[in-house]
């Protein structure tokens, strides 16, 4: 379905239900919820919050909410639609470590099996003990235990990422792999996010047998429908991509599409997608490893990668050393645990306007963000294309739509 918002002639023209969604027991939005949830999308763009957004609420059967707001290409006066596809960056991160998970119920990979076994080049990683900031130089030993899946799974495999760690962009010249880049902390210590994900789209192509794009079409898109996801956008789809912003000092500034649409293919991030696509991702996930009559994972996997996998530790806030790219992040920093490729919104909840104990979240970097409430039995998707990665007025966007999804759900 594809309609643009210069079209809309009301609040819900835009606004796709699918039937089903009334189902016994499931959460249903109504029609003036709907329209509530359209005018909140407006008015973001209209006082300067963000230039575009599309925003998806599903039950496990249906879509009870999408729509959208603004400019695809404020240059080019193009309107948003709700098949606008966005740059979901670590968005990629949760569909990688379900491909993980699809592999370990295979029995072609271990969860807690040292990387090395696949890749390696780990053996000779080392642990950062001593950064001199003036001059760059530092120490490192060898880490007290070696990297496991699980670890990588889990961020807390001690591998970082430059763009919020100072030493690390000091260290990382560019030509680096992540094995040659020292680790953090042991293994296994502390939450530290980073490029694990990058080094399990490795693993899954070793194991595999093929490249990691290959795999997640053949084992994920194409079975679940995903028509619109992938890392290299077609040419008859590129007018369909919205333009990234850049905010400095509160003034928002449009970065033009280049003619080819693409990313290199990472474990971490690189995926294209639209707010339909990732949302049946998520239904995925509602519906405990189904999609329809075939199972494409287990419900205890589903379980383990949506539950506390890092004990006693706790999501740690993370900090900037490009302030253009990311401020320091996530909400639920200092409390909340993380799950095989999710953060898990753990006690005490930020307030009962919002999504219950036990949801599970990530986001992307160009503010494209998402979460699964299994205790109210949706998931929602509000995708913005606006850097640095948790611009304020950029969550002020996702709170807010997110406290009015509560608001107007009904069951």
Known sequence: MKQNLSSCAAALVCVVLLSGAAAAGLPTIPDAGRAALSDFLRGSVAHGDVPALVALIVNRDAVLFLDGAGKRDVANNAPIATDTIFRIASMTKPITSLGVMMLHEERRLGLDDPVTKYLPEFDQVRVLTRFDSADGAYETRPPARPITIRHLLSHTSGIGYSFSDARLAK????????????????????????????????????????????????????????????????????????????????????RPNPAAVQSPVRGDGGLFSTARDYGTLLQLFLSGGRRGAARLVSEASIRMMTSNQIGRLVVEQQPSADVSRAVPFPLGAGKDKFGLGFQIESAPVADRGLRSEGSYSWGGINNTHFWVDPQKAIAAVVLMQVLPFYDESCIKVLRGFERMTYRELRY
């Open 171 to 254: 260290i990382d010249d560019g030509k680096k792999t992540v094995a040659d880049l020292p680790l953090l902390h042991d293994p296994g210590d502390k939450f530290t996010y980073g490029q694990s994900t990058a080094v399990l789209g490795r693993v899954v192509e070793k194991v595999a047998g093929q490249p990691l794009d290959a795999f997640l079409r053949a084992r994920i898109f194409t079975p679940l429908g995903m028509r619109d996801t992938f890392f290299v956008v077609p040419a008859d789809k590129i007018d369909r991509v919205v333009t990234v912003h850049g905010k400095t000092a509160g003034v928002l500034t449009e």
